[in-house]
């Protein structure tokens, strides 16, 4: 839970929910996955370009505030970096999921931790990074040829 | 009426508006159930001492209940899981007993999945084919097309007696009629019906009615099947074991007569004693008032969402409506407004209400539902409006 009152961290969600950040499909994606969530009709579009083989993502989609949220705030985490910061950020936001996030990590984990209070809309929040775990495994596969 | 719920009385800020997914449970129900487990606890049909006796007496006598509140008799009460079990129970069951490949099974379009997938898992193994009668434009059965659509290879018609996601009660006793003319069975999902309406299987002619507990002021995890004697007689077992046999050698066993022939292993015997006290408070109360009272709430809802540009209702109220009210938000995501309600301690659902079919045919993935019940009164439907509108201020 962040520091502060409650009412900000909702606000901070909100607010990625009404100005999502990376919002779009970029021109020249090298990757993509999308995924729905069938119970709420929620669907994102999560996009990765690649330049000088580091990547940056962007998503698309529609869905509640959670799910769009947790998409904005994850491509805010992974813009230009290389894939193993793309798997420990997935690796992150597991343990983080499963555990909340301990008092010295960044803000955007600590919102994402905020977001376990809705454990019947987890799914909301899990469908982008259902997503990234899709296009790093292609992007895995890549590197080892 | 809130008194007589312990959870709403003890927490008066509490607004419940989700009754079509599970009722509050009144006092004498939580009452019987503790005593129950206090004092009377025993398997039944089995010891031969006073307290299994007791307990298998008390349990009987639950099942004697549900039968005069339906207008079955006994041995026509198999007490299920709730709904859910009642209806793989007949669709497997009775599925082995008629279906061929060919054969129709005919729903309609507006059923809870519950009423869907195990018709399509009986359908599958036999080879038979599922088909799903339309609804009009006012979100009413289509009986023009089922006139159509139910032929002499229809061997099962089942529909829900009301739609648990529009409110809407379905005309049962036409649809009846029609699977009659060509001796289809019947099975009508209870689940809204039997917590409204007072049930006459008899007079219905329906073949199975399938109910349960926890939607209708009873217990979770019981549940009502009726079957017609005759049927149940000619069904093989759904599941084995203790109970359920009259004779089991190591070559094969016999089964015991109904209902216990449905009722494999330990039942839940505090849920049928419990449900028993719950079909008490039922007997208590007017129910043609209650469901009058239900409608009037859901006539104030609608008529204050006329406010709202953004929201889109999908049902006209009419006799045939018990004041569920489903609608979906331009702008809100239904998540998203039942969240703002809760943090106003407002409980409503959100989400395909298990009737994704449905949710194709009004054009919208996922809706928002408040369904009001006796325990809700005007103020709860103003608190909803209420939180509605900061919502919108919210999201907009
Ligand atoms: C119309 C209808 N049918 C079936 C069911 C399933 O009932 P249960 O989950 O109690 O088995 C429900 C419950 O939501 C329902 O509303």
């Keep these: 839970m962040p520091a502060g009152p409650q009412a900000d961290w909702k606000e901070?969600?909100?607010?990625?929910?009404?100005?999502?950040?990376?919002?779009?499909?970029?021109?020249?994606?090298?990757?993509?996955?999308?995924?729905?969530?069938?119970?709420?009709?929620?669907h994102v579009h999560v996009y990765l370009s690649q330049a000088d083989g580091l990547a940056s993502l962007m998503f698309?989609?529609?869905?509640?505030?959670?799910?769009?949220a947790s998409s904005s705030l994850m491509c805010s985490l992974l813009q230009n970096v290389d894939l193993e910061t793309s798997r420990s950020t997935l690796g992150q936001f597991q343990r983080v999921w499963d555990q909340g996030a301990p008092n010295e990590a960044a803000e955007t984990w600590q919102l994402i931790a905020a977001l376990r209070q809705y454990p019947v809309r987890s799914r909301c929040v899990r469908l982008p990074w259902q997503a990234l775990q899709k296009i790093t495994e292609v992007w895995a596969g890549e590197s080892l040829v | 009426?809130?008194?007589?719920?312990?959870?709403?009385?003890?927490?008066?800020?509490?607004?419940?508006?989700?009754?079509?997914?599970?009722?509050?449970?009144?006092?004498?129900?939580?009452?019987?159930?503790?005593?129950?487990?206090?004092?009377?606890?025993?398997?039944?049909?089995?010891?031969?001492?006073?307290?299994s006796e007791h307990a298998t007496r008390a349990f009987e006598e639950a099942r004697r209940s549900v039968a005069r509140w339906i207008n079955a008799s006994d041995k026509e009460v198999i007490f299920t899981r709730g709904t859910t079990e009642a209806i793989n129970l007949v669709a497997s069951s009775a599925g082995h007993l008629r279906l061929s490949p060919g054969d129709e099974i005919l729903l309609t379009v507006a059923e809870h999945h519950s009423n869907?997938?195990?018709?399509?898992?009986?359908?599958?193994?036999?080879?038979?084919?599922?088909?799903?009668?339309?609804?009009?434009?006012?979100?009413?059965?289509?009986?023009?097309?089922?006139?159509?659509?139910?032929?002499?290879?229809?061997?099962?018609?089942?529909?829900?007696?009301?739609?648990?996601?529009?409110?809407?009660?379905?005309?049962i006793r036409e649809v009846i009629a029609l699977a009659k003319k060509v001796g289809a069975w019947t099975l009508i999902d209870g689940a809204q019906g039997a917590a409204h309406l007072a049930i006459d299987v008899r007079e219905l002619d329906c073949d199975f009615y399938a109910f349960s507990g926890h939607k209708a002021y009873g217990p979770t995890g019981i549940g009502v099947l009726y079957g017609k004697a005759e049927h149940l007689n000619a069904m093989p077992p759904y599941q084995g074991g203790g109970d359920m046999i009259e004779r089991v050698t190591l070559e094969g066993s016999t089964w015991n007569e109904l209902p216990s022939k449905f009722e494999a292993g330990t039942p839940h015997i505090a849920g049928a004693i419990g449900l028993g006290a719950a079909i008490e408070f039922m007997a208590s109360l007017d129910l043609p008032a209650t469901l009058a009272h239900d409608r009037a709430l859901g006539v104030q809802l609608l008529e204050a969402l006329t406010d709202f540009p953004n929201v889109k209702t999908f049902v006209k109220p009419g006799d045939d409506w018990i004041g569920i009210v489903t609608f979906a938000h331009a702008s809100i995501h239904p998540h998203d407004l039942a969240a703002i309600c809760d943090a106003s301690k407002i409980c409503i659902r959100a989400g395909h209400h298990c009737a994704q079919p449905l949710m194709e045919v009004l054009g919208v993935s996922a809706t928002a539902r408040v369904a009001p019940a006796l325990y809700n009164s005007r103020s709860d439907i103003e608190a909803f409006l209420k939180a509605l509108r900061k919502a919108e201020q919210l999201f907009a």
């Design chain 1, 12 to 42: 901070l969600i909100l607010d990625h929910y009404k100005n999502p950040r990376f919002f779009g499909e970029p021109t020249g994606w090298r990757w993509d996955a999308e995924e729905h969530n069938r119970t709420c009709g929620d």
């Design chain 1, 60 to 68: 698309t989609g529609a869905g509640c505030s959670l799910c769009i």
């Design chain 2, 1 to 51: 009426m809130k008194e007589l719920f312990p959870l709403l009385a003890g927490d008066p800020e509490l607004v419940y508006l989700d009754t079509a997914a599970t009722s509050q449970k009144p006092k004498s129900v939580i009452e019987r159930l503790e005593r129950y487990y206090r004092t009377e606890n025993a398997n039944v049909h089995r010891g031969v001492y006073e307290l």
């Design chain 2, 116 to 171: 869907i997938v195990p018709w399509q898992i009986a359908a599958q193994r036999a080879g038979a084919k599922v088909r799903y009668i339309p609804m009009t434009g006012a979100m009413r059965i289509d009986l023009d097309a089922a006139r159509a659509m139910i032929n002499p290879r229809t061997k099962f018609v089942a529909l829900a007696h009301i739609s648990n996601a529009l409110g809407v009660i379905h005309p």
